[in-house]
């Protein structure tokens, strides 16, 4: 027992003192220059500040995204439950439709909201 704790402590401090020592000569080794071009806001392009940047974002965009990431990690889901599919029965089928149902119309309601449109 005593061994196993002293092997994690010295993986622990092995991992901090390698993080420490990037850290360390990353900064050592970063350049000073900054210039007016690399200290100015970055707004898709060389375009000037017109008005708060908070409010030029457009939600449509973030609900994408949202979906997108939800999808996937649902869709995660799906292929263990397939490895294993013929020794899980018709309940396990059955509990599976529903779910996918469930992500249809998830889907279905984004459609009819008009989030998926990208124009």
């Known amino acids: 027992m005593i061994s196993e704790i002293i092997y994690f402590s010295v993986f622990v401090a092995v991992g901090l003192t390698v993080v420490v020592l990037m850290l360390g000569i990353q900064k050592l080794l970063q350049t000073k220059r900054h210039s007016d071009a690399k200290l100015s806001v970055y707004e898709c392009g060389n375009i000037d500040v017109v008005s708060d ?45 529903v779910f996918i149902m469930i992500l249809l119309l998830g889907l279905l309601y984004a459609w009819r909201k008009g989030v998926l449109k990208w124009t």
């Open 53 to 97: 940047p908070r409010i030029q974002i457009k939600m449509r965009y973030y609900i994408f995204g949202l979906l997108l990431i939800i999808f996937d990690v649902e869709m995660i889901f799906l292929f263990p439950w397939a490895v294993v599919f013929k020794s899980l029965g018709l309940v396990a089928l059955i509990e599976m439709l």
